[in-house]
């Protein structure tokens, strides 16, 4: 350059320096250009022919997988999908077994309470018999108790006695025979004396000689202890 002269050697030291990068840049810039090129396919059928292969599955060792490794890798991938259904199905019947464990705790820890038992139904009470206020009833009334007090006799038996003794006449009293003689008449359906009466009363009826059920029971009681029955008697007794 004018008026700037540098001295020689100093002037062909920066040169050689300034040369050297540029050199190197320009080498690099050159180098970059031509693998740019190179690389850059021109159309879609040059990009076709230079496209990498399928890149091709190898074993463990880096050479490629043989049938046998393909069948045996199946094999594996089905064994473990086995084993995942496996492990899903357990733990679906686990929490089955959970879940029925917790409502089994629940019906035992609250019991239904039982039903309240039904109070006992009361019998019915029975209404009173009723006889009716004459000779059949009279029968049929001392018939019964008779049978209460374990008495023998039938309705025959009773009937044919009152009819031979008073006619069925309840006030009926005989003022001729011995006992008239000796103050004590026999009195009643059947004709039975005061003394008699009081030993053979039977309990439940009305203390009375002339009571018609009175009077029949009670020497029907005595008829069962002298002759084994009123149905045994068939005359004055």
Known sequence: MPGFTLPRTVRTTRITRAHKISAAVVASASCAAALALTAAP??????????????????????PLTAKDRADDGKNASSLTGLKVTAVA?????AKQAADRSADRKVIAAPKAAAPKAAPKAAP????????????GWIRESLDI????RIPGSYEGLHRNIMRESSGNPNAVNDWDINAINGIPSKG????????FNTYHVSGTPHKLT???????????????????IDNVNSAY
Request: net charge positive; charged share 15%; glycine share 4%.
């Open 189 to 196: 359906l059947l004709q039975v004396i005061q003394p008699t």
């Open 146 to 149: 008779m049978k209460s007090k």
């Open 125 to 136: 009470k029975t209404a009173p018999k009723r006889y009716a206020n004459n000779l059949d």
């Open 42 to 63: 021109s159309n879609a059928e040059t990009t076709a022919a230079h496209a990498p292969a399928a890149v091709k599955p190898v074993s463990a060792n880096g050479l």
């Open 211 to 229: 009571d018609p059920v009175a009077n029949i029971t009670a020497a029907a009681n005595y008829a069962a202890h002298r002759y084994g029955s």
């Open 90 to 94: 357990k733990q679906g019947h686990a």
